[in-house]
């Protein structure tokens, strides 16, 4: 993904097999040459966050089959498919929106949330997180419409959120603009960790993050001067 050259795909040696761009003559290009983020969805599908809308691409035939415009045209920044199939978009500008590939509606108001830019979404079976930029965490169970707000006023060092990951043990972890800060969902204890616990730097970079998939679960945050990886069961606060 680029921020003016489109989408493109390259072969496993390294080489260009296929740029996407925005026509201004196809309705079914790339919607603008400004891609923010890509997520693969449980049916393989390639979906595209650009500045102005969704383009969803089959990785078989490389061709966009869908293309999705969003009201007002605010940036995508994230996508995320949830366990019912419902796909969850986070904005610069509109908050949050979902998509029902089902039925092909949008629906703006999945949330009991007034958001407006969403950096990251992390979705846990029926609980979403949502990462903001100046108005911190925000938690919503979809099942029981539980919520709520992990602010500044609830123990966070700032509210602007740069993304939201959940190690194996059910611990949250947030990548913030001061230090990396650990939730945890069932006490609602935060945990504040910078510089001065070993981090590389305060800031960090939106959805630069990473869980391994191996047993030890190893996360990775990239931030402004460089990658802190860590095992978050080693992880404690003197």
């Known amino acids: 993904g680029t921020f003016k050259n489109g989408l493109i795909v390259l072969d496993k040696n390294g080489a260009e097999k296929i740029n996407f761009r925005k026509n201004p003559s196809d309705s079914n290009s790339l919607p603008n040459n400004d891609v923010r983020c890509f997520y693969q969805c449980k049916n393989n599908t390639i979906w595209v966050g650009t500045q102005q809308g969704i383009a969803v691409v089959n990785p078989q035939s490389l061709k966009i089959d869908t293309v999705i415009h969003l009201f007002n045209n605010p940036g995508v920044r994230v996508i995320k498919e949830d366990n019912e199939g419902l ?24 949330t009991p949330f007034n958001l407006s830019i969403v950096y990251d979404i992390f979705i846990n079976q029926n609980d979403v997180w949502i990462a903001t930029h100046g108005d911190g965490v925000f938690f919503y169970a979809k099942d029981t419409r539980a919520k709520f707000v992990y602010s500044v006023d609830a123990g966070m060092p700032t509210n602007f959120i740069r993304s939201v990951l959940m190690d194996k043990y059910g611990f949250v972890w947030a990548g913030t603009s001061k230090g990396i800060s650990k939730i945890n969902p069932q006490t609602r204890e935060i945990q504040n960790f910078n510089s001065q616990d070993g981090l590389q730097s305060q800031g960090f970079y939106e959805r630069s993050t990473y869980i391994s998939p191996l047993a030890d679960g190893l996360m990775y945050f990239g931030g402004y001067f460089g990658l802190n990886v860590f095992n978050p069961k080693d992880v404690t606060k003197n």
């Open 87 to 110: 796909i969850w978009i986070g904005t610069y500008g509109r908050g949050v929106v979902t998509f029902n590939p089902s039925t092909r509606k949008l629906n703006y108001e999945p």
